[in-house]
Structures are given as structure tokens and as C-alpha cells.
T-cell receptor, first 113, second 113 residues
Framework: KAGVTQTPRYLIKTRGQQVTLSCSPI?????VSWYQQTPGQGLQFLFE???????NKGNFPGRFSGRQFSNSRSEMNVSTLELGDSALYLC????????????FGPGTRLTVT | AQSVTQLDSHVSVSEGTPVLLRCNYS??????LFWYVQHPNKGLQLLLK??????LVKGINGFEAEFKKSETSFHLTKPSAHMSDAAEYFC???????????FGAGTRLTVKP
């Protein structure tokens, strides 16, 4: 089976812009979770989508949003980018919600200048 | 509330010697515990998981971990380090939902020739 894929792998944006990141889960997986990884804060949970519905949400401002499509692919959007949004954004999929064994993609490295 | 503490931010071993990466956890529930590895510029890969079955858990690449409830620990070990083991390792405790998941700060493992 192909693994979790994320596009793009690298992205440079300017403060104030918005960005959309994409994640394709492992075939058959219905849950997609997003994480932000920074040197200062480590790995933090953003949100989880299952069956096109947001199931869980971490402690991030409303500028961070996401959605999931009927084929389980997910997108994450960050509006009004701030310098502090520079991070590695990781997507993880699992067969079902609450199934904690997650399979991670390689991540999207976002740099905000 | 859940938390996880990785006791060492950096561990350095020589190739062929044992590896010990320490993790202590705190959980209000009966926890699920995981170890993930992250190689540079890659996503996280699941090494092993504990979900209240056998307390000694065997994972991939010769790694294993022992769940000790009395010590609230879940240390990761490997009898003989290989150069390819050099990476960042994360201990994770999870509860009922993905937003209950807590990642440790990570332990960087260096393997010297």
C-alpha cells in the first residue's frame, strides 16, 4: 500500500497570506489528523477529520481550519499567516477514529517570511 | 489529563552497544503508549505500541519497550545500536481521543562508529 502523501513538501509564504496544504491518507483509512511541529513547542495536535466531519480539535486559533473530502483526502488551510506559523505540518491517517495507531506522512515544511 | 516526559533530550551511544531511551507518563485513564521515530526531513514512523496486553512490547528494527505501571514508565530499549538508528524518538501517551494525545519533547539518538 502507498503511504500517506503530503503536498507540497516545501512552501514559502509571506506574512498575511494564506496557504492550503494537502494530505492523501493510506487507501482505506478514513481518519486524518493534522499536527504542527516546531522546535519550541514540539508536536501539537491541530484537528482530526473522520467521514468528512471534524471530530476533535486542538488548541489553535480559528485561522487554522481544515476539511475532508468524500475520498478521505484532507486539506488544511491557514489564513493571515504569521511568522510563528513557520513549522513542519504533519498529516497522519488511521483506519478509524479513535484508532490511535497513526501513520504519518513526510510533512510540509512551511516557512513564513 | 495526560502528560509524557522524555527524561533525556539527547542520548549518544557507540555502534553495537545497548540503547535506552527513557519515558515517564501520567494518565487519568488506562493509557495507550507509543514510540515513534523520526529521521531527518521525514514523518514519524511507528516503532511499537502498548494497549494493555503484554507489558513487554516488541517493535520493528529490534526495539522493544516495557510498560511498568508501578513506575509509570515506558522505556525504549535495543540490545545493539546500528548507525541507521540515529534519529529523533518520541514517546506518546493517548487517551480517548486524538486531542488527548500527548507527545514527548523527543530524544535525539546519536550513534557513534
Amino acid at each position: 500500500k502507498a503511504g500517506v502523501t503530503q503536498t507540497p513538501r516545501y512552501l514559502i509564504k509571506t506574512r498575511g497570506q494564506q496557504v492550503t496544504l494537502s494530505c492523501s491518507p493510506i487507501s482505506g483509512h478514513r481518519s486524518v489528523s493534522w499536527y504542527q511541529q516546531t522546535p519550541g513547542q514540539g508536536l501539537q495536535f491541530l484537528f482530526e477529520y473522520f467521514s468528512e466531519t471534524q471530530r476533535n480539535k486542538g488548541n489553535f486559533p480559528g485561522r487554522f481550519s481544515g476539511r475532508q473530502f468524500s475520498n478521505s483526502r484532507s486539506e488544511m488551510n491557514v489564513s493571515t499567516l504569521e511568522l510563528g506559523d513557520s513549522a513542519l505540518y504533519l498529516c497522519a491517517s488511521s483506519p478509524w477514529t479513535g484508532d490511535y495507531e497513526q501513520y504519518f506522512g513526510p510533512g510540509t515544511r512551511l516557512t513564513v517570511t | 489529563a495526560q502528560s509524557v516526559t522524555q527524561l533525556d533530550s539527547h542520548v549518544s551511544v557507540s555502534e553495537g552497544t545497548p540503547v535506552l531511551l527513557r519515558c515517564n507518563y501520567s494518565s487519568s485513564y488506562s493509557p495507550s503508549l507509543f514510540w515513534y521515530v523520526q529521521h531527518p526531513n521525514k514523518g514519524l514512523q511507528l516503532l511499537l505500541k502498548y494497549t494493555s496486553a503484554a507489558t513487554l512490547v516488541k517493535g520493528i528494527n529490534g526495539f522493544e519497550a516495557e510498560f511498568k505501571k508501578s513506575e509509570t514508565s515506558f522505556h525504549l530499549t535495543k540490545p545493539s545500536a546500528h548507525m541507521s538508528d540515529a534519529a529523533e524518538y518520541f514517546c506518546v501517551v493517548s487517551g480517548r481521543n486524538n486531542n488527548d494525545m500527548r507527545f514527548g519533547a523527543g530524544t535525539r539518538l546519536t550513534v557513534k562508529p
